[in-house]
């Protein structure tokens, strides 16, 4: 018996051998993709699709990375509807991913913000998760309290070789504008782009039928306003009818040697309603 078994392995590390020469060629890329998802994503309920940006920089190696979906307070069928999956890319991609939740218009009255998570994991060879946790909140519209927020950012220190969609910028840019791409829906990647801008939204849980002002300011955190950043403390335009607002934040020079640093953003005195979650981090990172 012990021949046979003896054999028995022996054919079973042959295979294990065969099959790590197998694999072995088709990762041969000499360097790493690094991925990640924006970290907070907030829609309003009445807006129907929360989109996550998940980029991707450093280098186009073939790869891939699954994400998984948790419920926080907001749960699924009730108040979203995301499955698990994979994104991939083949070799030489450089675009990047969307993952795309349902958002459930429910009309009743619940806590202003409900929120999930989704995550990236199991990336292949190659693939390096940079900013793995992605958090999307649901902002409801049902109780009678107009509110408005703002979410972290990751902002990447490049722009992309494929370009997401257009953000007129630099000027303030109502999503009530130009129709947004709609393979994008109302997502705002977070690229600098020409001009070193980044463009920073707030958003409202709704529209009201007249113009608003809500107060914007910068702080430092690891990046320091004159040496990293042009400092904003200014009050905001809503348009009526918009429920998110685009503001532009210049960074300098220096800011590009500083990959993993951050600014926060406090928002304050909404004219139409409470602010709440009214301060967030913006970091940039390659
Ligand atoms: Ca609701």
């Known amino acids: 018996m012990l021949p046979t078994l003896g054999a028995a392995l022996t054919a079973l590390a042959a295979v294990i051998a065969a099959a790590a020469v197998a694999v072995q060629p088709g990762a041969a890329a000499d360097c790493e993709r690094s991925v990640a998802i924006d970290p907070q994503v907030t829609v309003s309920e009445a807006g129907q699709v929360l989109t996550f940006t998940v980029y991707t920089a450093s280098c186009a190696a073939a790869g891939s990375v699954a994400y998984t979906v948790t419920d926080g307070t907001a749960g699924r069928p009730g108040d979203y509807q ?24 429910d ?40 509110a408005a927020t703002v979410d972290h950012r990751l902002c990447l220190l490049e722009p992309r070789a ?23 829906g109302t997502a705002t990647p977070c690229t ?14 709704g529209a009201l039928p007249t113009a608003q002002t809500v107060r914007f300011r910068t702080f430092d955190g690891g990046l320091t306003a004159g040496l990293d950043y ?10 009526a009818g918009a429920t998110t607002v685009i503001v532009p934040i210049q960074l300098l020079p220096h800011a590009f040697t500083q990959p993993g640093k951050h600014l926060e953003v406090v928002i304050s005195s909404y004219s139409g309603g409470v602010v709440v979650s009214g301060s967030a981090r913006v970091t940039v990172w390659r």
């Open 107 to 146: 009309g009743l009255a619940e806590s202003l913000l409900k929120d999930f998570t989704v995550t990236l994991s199991s990336p292949s060879q190659n693939i390096r998760v940079r900013y793995p946790v992605g958090r999307g909140r649901v902002f409801d519209d049902d109780t009678g309290i107009r």
């Open 230 to 239: 042009v400092a904003v403390d200014r009050t905001i335009t809503i348009p």
């Open 192 to 205: 600098v782009e020409s001009g070193n801008i980044m463009p920073t939204p707030l958003s409202t849980n």
């Open 162 to 184: 494929s370009a997401p969609p257009p953000t007129p910028l630099p000027s303030l840019s109502p999503s009530a504008g130009p129709a947004p791409d709609p393979d994008w």
């Open 82 to 105: 995301l499955a698990a999956g994979v994104l991939q890319w083949s070799a030489g991609d450089t675009g990047d991913r969307r993952v795309r939740a349902s958002i459930a218009d």
